[in-house]
């Protein structure tokens, strides 16, 4: 298998423009957003560009491509908004949005996503995020959710605002939670890892842990999504991941 570690990035894009002043969140309207793409599909941030900037109040003025990037350019740009794919390919978007929110606090983030909301929605309002989108509701919903975000408002799917509200009333006592909502974030990271074909050893060094750790997370996995082996959870992560992207 190939190492998508040692791929070579494609290069992040950036603007060299004075910085405007930043646009407190609950202004309204919004005459001018500033917004920074991080995706690792350039399609996709093709796609977002181009539709994000038939808008002329919407302004493009970076892209990245992994975390790293994603945080270097957030702390230079200062951008009004940060879109962000939660499956990056060396990380997650949950993780990049706490340390976005801690660099730039500043900064809002829309996490867009082609996985389940049951699964990642709440975890992202945690992590700071301040909407989550499904991709393929992208191209009708953007403008509103970047809209409603930029006017201080929450934006979230119809359906998920309807779970987390009847949670919230019912405080879940009598609700089932499925094993994944169990995971911490950090767990869902190794899972999501372990699920594009990751092993013990590259995790521990994208995530800058000690190979014991990663396995103590392994452990945790397998008691928490009732597995008996390692290969049933590399198992079980390659195959929730392939379904999460049909």
């Known amino acids: 298998m190939k190492n998508p570690l040692k ?16 646009i407190p969140r609950g202004a309204t309207p919004m005459s001018h957003v500033r917004i920074l793409l991080v995706d690792d599909h350039p399609l996709m941030r093709q796609g977002l560009r181009s539709l994000l900037e038939q808008d002329r109040r919407f302004e493009i003025v970076g892209e990245a491509d992994n975390a790293p990037r994603a945080m270097e350019l957030a702390t230079k740009l200062r951008p009004n ?24 606090p500043t900064m809002a983030v829309l996490i867009m996503s082609m996985h389940d909301e049951d699964v990642y929605a709440e975890r992202a309002l945690r992590a700071g995020a301040m909407g989550y989108l499904m991709k393929r509701e992208a191209v009708d919903k953007v403008v509103t959710a970047i809209d409603r975000i930029m006017q201080g408002e929450i934006f979230l799917g119809d359906r998920i605002k309807g779970m987390m509200l009847r949670r919230f009333v019912q405080h879940r006592a009598d609700e089932v939670v499925s094993p994944m909502e169990k995971l911490s974030d950090r767990e869902m990271e190794v899972f999501q ?36 082996s390692g290969s049933d959870l590399v198992r079980h992560a390659i195959q929730w991941m392939k379904s999460q992207s049909m």
Not at 7 to 22: G, K, Q, Y
Not at 202 to 216: G, R
């Open 81 to 104: 908004l940060a879109v962000v794919d939660i499956s990056l390919r060396s990380t997650n978007g949950i993780e990049l949005t706490k340390g976005l929110r801690a660099q730039v």
């Open 193 to 228: 890892l372990l699920g594009n074909g990751y092993g013990t050893r590259e995790i521990a060094d994208q995530l800058k842990l000690s190979v014991k750790t990663i396995d103590s997370y392994r452990e945790h996995l397998k008691e928490k999504l009732s597995l008996t």
């Open 7 to 22: 791929e070579t990035p494609a290069p992040a894009v950036e603007l060299e423009e004075p910085i405007s002043p930043e």
